[in-house]
């Protein structure tokens, strides 16, 4: 079936550096656009980062811009979520999103979530 | 950016009863607007795209509307499954597409 998994959540000092990874599978991943969504403890729910089908095209959150660096291999199917000068803020839970249509088309949504990982920042 | 305004943040009400909830946007996003439940402890799930399309199994008593800057997601006769919390989120332009603040809907 469609399945995202995300993975590679923990506990990281203010500063650090962690690398989330979440894997496809049951679609044709280099179709879809992938997006990342988190969620602190308590609250609403943000919107991180997109990459495009084909990995060309990228765009962050000013929260996260300059820290965070997106990228997919489409010969494996995974997207990769690499977090830098991590912030008691990035406290959250991490989803993998994707788009529920193909290519460059994001305004149908997102039809296919993972069941997150947790990311927590603390000294 | 846009700016989402989503009310109320909480509500309750019994099953069988009509639920309203409205999005407002701080610009014309069209019809580009997405709609979500979630579950204590679950991912979120897409109900509605495009204002008022109906993702695919997703029961009929969810209803979307509105265009411009104004928007509502109606569920009529509240089951017992959808207590949960909703949000919208605007998917206009570049990013980013943000979401609203979320309404709990809560047993009465």
Do not use: H
Not at chain 2, 16 to 34: M, Q
């Amino acid at each position: 079936q469609v399945q995202l998994v995300e993975s590679g959540g923990g506990v990281v000092q203010p500063g650090r550096s962690l690398r989330l990874s979440c894997a496809a599978s049951g679609f044709t991943f280099n179709y879809y656009g992938i997006q990342w969504v988190r969620q602190a403890p308590g609250k609403g729910l943000e919107w991180v980062v997109v990459i495009s089908y084909d990995g060309s095209e990228k765009y962050y959150a000013d929260s996260v811009k300059g820290r965070f660096i997106i990228s997919r291999d489409n010969t494996k199917n995974t997207l990769d979520l690499q977090m830098n000068s991590l912030r008691g803020e990035d406290t959250a839970v991490y989803y993998c999103t994707k788009s529920a249509r193909t290519y460059g088309v994001y305004y149908d949504g997102m039809d296919v979530w993972g069941e997150g990982t947790t990311v927590t920042v603390s000294s | 950016d846009i700016q989402m305004t989503q009310s109320p943040s909480s509500l309750s009400a019994s099953v069988g009863d009509r639920v309203t909830i409205t999005c407002r946007t701080s610009e014309n996003i069209f019809n580009y607007l997405s709609w979500y439940q979630q579950k204590p402890g679950k991912a979120p799930r897409l109900l509605i795209y495009r204002a008022s399309t109906l993702q695919s199994g997703v029961p009929s008593r969810f209803s979307g509307s509105g265009s411009g800057t104004g928007f509502t997601l109606t569920i009529t006769s509240l089951q017992i499954e959808d207590f949960a919390t909703y949000y919208c989120q605007q998917i206009y332009g570049m990013p980013p597409w943000t979401f609203g603040q979320g309404t709990k809907v809560e047993i009465k």
